[in-house]
């Protein structure tokens, strides 16, 4: 079975770090674009990077440049997303996706919250 | 960036009934590049259609997608219970690959 689990997520202080995983097994990872997306308490569903299968390429939301960065170890079937620079708008629950025919899979999210 | 615009912001309807749901571009999604997820509370959201018109692995008939270029289409024929959830589109043509706001549907 085809499975994605977040982990990393707490309560941060703004101008805060943290690193997000994405443990994904079922499937052949190193053949996949992986992708974050956020979705803040209450709201809609936000994109927030993506990366290639081999890792050369990553595209961002023009608002975490230069704060975020995505990344991936194949040979640990895993995916990252590194949060620098936190804001409070950064509060929101975190999904790593399978990229393929649109984000077809999809894990169950892990919430970061950023407050003083 | 394409921005995306779902109408109406909420659908009122019975089991049974059928449901239309808008999205719209603010340019030309590259390849038909629109997706369609479902979501519930406190869950992920679940795709639905990909490629403005094909169902995802495992979602039932009843969903379909139609459209092309700036307008698309969601039509749910026949809701069931489990039907009633929000419901995004979302193109992935061209980054930054935009989600709408979203489309309610609640029981009547």
């Known amino acids: 079975e085809e499975q994605l689990v977040e982990s990393g997520g707490g309560l941060v202080q703004p101008g805060g770090s943290l690193r997000l995983s994405c443990a994904v097994s079922g499937f052949t990872f190193s053949n996949y674009w992986m992708t974050w997306v956020r979705q803040a308490p209450g709201k809609g569903l936000e994109w927030v990077a993506s990366?290639?299968?081999?890792?050369?390429?990553?595209y961002y939301v023009e608002s975490v440049k230069g704060r975020f960065t995505i990344s991936r170890d194949n040979a640990k079937n895993s995916l990252y997303l590194q949060v620098n620079s936190l804001r409070a708008e950064d509060t929101a629950v975190y999904y790593c996706?399978?990229?393929?025919?649109?984000?077809?899979?999809w894990g169950q999210g892990t919430m970061v919250t950023v407050s003083s | 960036e394409i921005v995306l615009t779902q109408s109406p912001g909420t659908l009122s309807l019975s089991p049974g009934e059928r449901a239309t749901l808008s999205c719209r571009a603010s340019?030309?999604?590259?390849?038909?590049?629109l997706a369609w997820y479902q979501q519930k509370p406190g869950q992920a959201p679940r795709l639905l259609i990909f490629?403005?018109?094909i169902r995802a692995t495992g979602i039932p008939d009843r969903f379909s997608g139609s459209g092309s270029g700036t307008d698309f289409t969601l039509t749910i024929s026949g809701l069931e219970p489990e039907d009633f959830a929000v419901y995004y589109c979302q193109q992935y043509g061209s980054a930054p690959f935009t989600f709408g706001p979203g489309t309610k549907v609640d029981i009547k």
């Open positions: 990366i290639k299968p081999d890792g050369s390429e990553q």
């Open positions: 490629g403005a018109s």
């Open positions: 340019q030309s999604v590259s390849n038909n590049y």
């Open positions: 996706a399978r990229t393929w025919s649109a984000f077809d899979i």
